[in-house]
Nanobody
Framework: QVQLVESGGRLVQAGGSLRLSCAASGRTFSSYAMGWFRQAPGKEREFVATISWNGGSTYYADSVKGRFTISRDNVKNTVYLQMNSLKPEDTAVYYC???????????WGQGTQVTVSS
């Protein structure tokens, strides 16, 4: 079992930056690939980024590539999402997830709200 708690979401102006954090409990954190997802009002939850168990591999949605960076610290049991050059369309609730080896989210956090004003 992995419990996840996101933080760092807030209101920011377009062009600004935010860093989201996802703190995990449980001794097995380092064995999971971790992902960030987001859900905008009236839309389905969508994939944002994923990072392998050791941080050696990352993958991004085209919509955030070059602007967002996912990273992890397996000593601190935390995964991060650095978001730069934010756009109003990045407004959403952001969730982190611990993923199965096939990339399917298995455990979810409660989400953190990011609002980008124009």
């Amino acid at each position: 079992q992995v419990q996840l708690v996101e933080s760092g979401g807030r209101l920011v102006q377009a062009g600004g930056s935010l860093r989201l954090s996802c703190a995990a409990s449980g001794r097995t954190f380092s064995s999971y690939a971790m992902g960030w997802f987001r859900q905008a009002p009236g839309k389905e939850r969508e994939f944002v980024a994923t990072i392998s168990w050791n941080g050696g591999s990352t993958y991004y949605a085209d919509s955030v590539k070059g602007r967002f960076t996912i990273s992890r610290d397996n000593v601190k049991n935390t995964v991060y999402l650095q978001m730069n050059s934010l756009k109003p369309e990045d407004t959403a609730v952001y969730y982190c997830a611990a993923e199965t080896p096939s990339g399917t989210p298995k455990y979810w956090g409660q989400g953190t709200q990011v609002t980008v004003s124009s």
